[in-house]
């Protein structure tokens, strides 16, 4: 039986509220594992810059054990408060959303790695910048001097499989562990990663092999590391003051 015009459209409404309502309730129930999930992500991402983590590990549990965070600008002071007045928590710090932002208006994160002594063994960065597709991003961790690095974690959205999709292997980020940030002089030049891999040529104590057929990719991650470790510099120089 065919239907008038009126009937037609009244149904598709009923349906398109009806749909709209079970699809918003949906969300909401998912809304608090969706968090939990990027909650042991993140905090995942971010023991991996220091530590080899065992399949089936309790990350949450060695996170608040051996985690200790905090927020500063980027004169390397504390923030304690956003704009409104809320308390900060370094974890639910958006990187991206920061990102967009100019460098003196950002939030900046960092993790300390504590010994079962109360000592800081590490300092965690955050780091984020632009690949040859997407964004990349990862955690910069530093020993004591703020000089060496202890290890890294990189991850990204969209790079090509087999060449700068490697920035998230063992293989790659292990070149980057007992690097140093500063040159001879006491500069701060990052550590770089060279155009070429496996040629044999010179390998500084500021630069690590690069990627064969992915030099766009490494130098977004040259970008991304020089960037942020310059926007940190300031609370590196307070902890070697022994402000920490």
């Known amino acids: 039986m065919q239907q008038s015009n009126a009937y037609i ?43 080899e983590l065992e399949k089936g ?22 923030v304690e408060l956003d704009r409104k007045g809320n308390p900060i928590v370094p974890e639910e710090v958006n ?7 100019d460098p003196e208006s950002r939030n900046y994160p960092v993790f300390k790695y504590m010994s079962e002594e109360g000592k800081v063994e590490a300092y965690i960065f955050p780091v984020y910048g632009n690949g040859l597709w997407d964004k990349i991003w990862g955690y910069v961790a530093l020993e004591e001097d703020m000089n060496t690095i202890k290890g890294v974690a990189f991850d990204h959205k969209a790079e ?32 770089t990663m060279v155009k070429g891999e496996g040629k044999g040529q010179p390998i500084s104590d ?22 942020y470790l310059t926007a940190y510099e300031a609370y590196m120089n307070n902890v070697k003051k022994g402000n920490n």
Not at 28 to 45: F, R
Not at 62 to 70: F, L, Q
Not at 95 to 101: A, R
Not at 162 to 187: C, F, M, P, W
């Open 95 to 101: 990187i991206l959303k920061n990102y967009k932002m």
């Open 160 to 191: 090509t499989p087999g060449l700068g999709q490697r920035i998230q292997t063992a293989e790659v980020q292990n070149r980057y562990k007992g690097k140093k940030v500063y040159d001879a002089s006491g500069e701060l030049v990052s550590v």
């Open 57 to 78: 590990s309790d990350i949450l549990g060695i996170y608040n054990t051996k985690i200790e965070s905090v927020v500063v600008d980027i004169n390397g002071a504390p």
């Open 206 to 227: 500021n630069q690590v092999d690069g990627m064969s057929g992915a030099t766009l990719t490494g130098n977004g991650v040259n970008k991304m590391l020089m960037g």
């Open 9 to 51: 459209i009244v149904f598709t409404a009923i349906l398109t509220i009806v749909v709209g309502g079970l699809l918003s309730f949906t969300s909401e129930i998912l809304k608090p594992y969706q968090k939990k999930s990027i909650e042991l992500d993140t905090k995942t991402q971010i023991l991996t810059a220091v530590m």
